[in-house]
Nanobody
């Protein structure tokens, strides 16, 4: 199994930047696809970004395209989400996730909650207008 722990969430002003990290332990993440989702109060969990095993493919949700960038450092077993030009509507709990069912050699797109098997506990990001 693998444990995922997100960090970096905090209160910021609109227009600020923030970088989230997701540290994995218990298993190497090297060959697996990973992703970021977020959930605001009263709303469903929303796809934010995904990254293939070697970073060769990244995908983003429409609402964050051009502002957020995901990356990974497999040597550090860590996933990152760089968030720029933050808006109040970005306020949510941000979760990282990993799909441990199979190695991601095909770099298949993974944008659904059901595409992932393990989740972190989340980190709160609050953006003030």
């Amino acid at each position: 199994q693998v444990q995922l722990v997100e960090s970096g969430g905090r209160f910021v002003q609109a227009g600020d930047s923030l970088r989230l990290a997701c540290a994995a332990s218990g298993r190497a993440i090297t060959v697996y696809a990973m992703g970021w989702f977020r959930q605001a109060p009263g709303k469903e969990r929303e796809f934010v970004a995904s990254i293939s095993w070697n970073g060769g493919r990244t995908d983003y949700g429409d609402s964050v395209q051009g502002r957020f960038t995901t990356s990974r450092d497999n040597a550090k077993n860590t996933l990152y989400l760089q968030m720029n030009s933050l808006k109040p509507e970005d306020t949510a709990v941000y979760y990282c996730a990993i799909d441990l069912r199979e190695p991601n050699w095909s770099q298949a797109q993974k944008q659904a909650v059901s595409d992932y098997t393990n989740w972190g506990q989340g980190t709160q990001v609050t953006v003030s207008a």
